[in-house]
């Protein structure tokens, strides 16, 4: 049987939004008589937040990008990491350096097995997520700092994660360790909305003996479409 693996923030959601609730009627429908698993940065309470009663629909969901595990909403295994006091030195750093001038709290939030980053903070209303999506096109700032991480911690991987963080975790802790979970990688299909190779979907995408079996999608709306052709 088909597993079909799904992303979260920005490929069933918009980027930190709920479900719309006729997508969310269709994907529930789907989720009853198919085997669907989730794969988020996001940990299990802010997943929640965003699709509801779908989380525990899915037959397992691997949070923090596969380091916090659950199954019928029951912790299957976690993960532990510590940033180290350099990188928590240098994100400091960066925090006061970034020429971008919004500071919303919760800007380093530890996560099992992760560390998410942000400049502008988690705590940012959608109005400030906006400006500051706006200054990173602009200024690739999250590029550059995922850049100087990998150069300077080769133990360590940073991925632009989301519209507005960085997701930093030991390197081979990524989306991709879930597959160690499949017998069969052929039956896996993923649907992600960051497959580039900067991405934090394109550890599991590139695992994948198919490309066709990594299905990229610009938005929930896009998912949507593309699910009907094995709804």
Not at 146 to 175: R, S
């Amino acid at each position: 049987m088909t597993k079909f693996v799904f992303d979260v923030d920005g490929t069933l959601t918009p980027s930190r939004g709920k479900m719309d609730y006729e997508f969310k009627a269709f994907f529930n429908t789907f989720c009853l008589v198919n085997d669907v698993y989730l794969v988020t940065g996001s940990d299990k309470e802010k997943t929640i937040e965003q699709i509801g009663e779908t989380y525990n629909l899915a037959k397992v969901v691997y949070n923090c990008s596969g380091n916090d595990v659950y199954s019928a909403g029951v912790n299957v295994r976690s993960k532990d990491w510590t940033a180290p006091k350099e990188l928590m030195d240098l994100m400091n750093g960066w925090l006061q350096a970034s020429s971008f001038p919004l500071r919303t709290g919760n800007h380093i939030e530890e996560r099992p097995g992760c560390v998410n980053f942000s400049i502008v903070g988690r705590n940012a209303t959608l109005g400030e997520r906006k400006l500051y999506i706006k200054h990173d096109i602009e200024n690739k700032e999250r590029e550059s700092i995922a850049y100087q991480i990998n150069l300077e911690f080769p133990e360590i991987t940073a991925k632009v994660g989301g519209e507005t963080g960085i997701d930093i975790y030991p390197t081979g802790w990524d989306k991709g360790q879930i597959l160690d979970d499949f017998n069969d990688f052929d039956r896996v299909i993923f649907f992600g909305d960051k497959m580039e190779q900067d991405g934090n979907d394109y550890p599991l995408a590139s695992k994948l003996k198919h490309p066709s079996k990594a299905i990229a999608v610009n938005g929930w709306k896009d998912t949507w479409e593309k699910l009907k052709e094995y709804a």
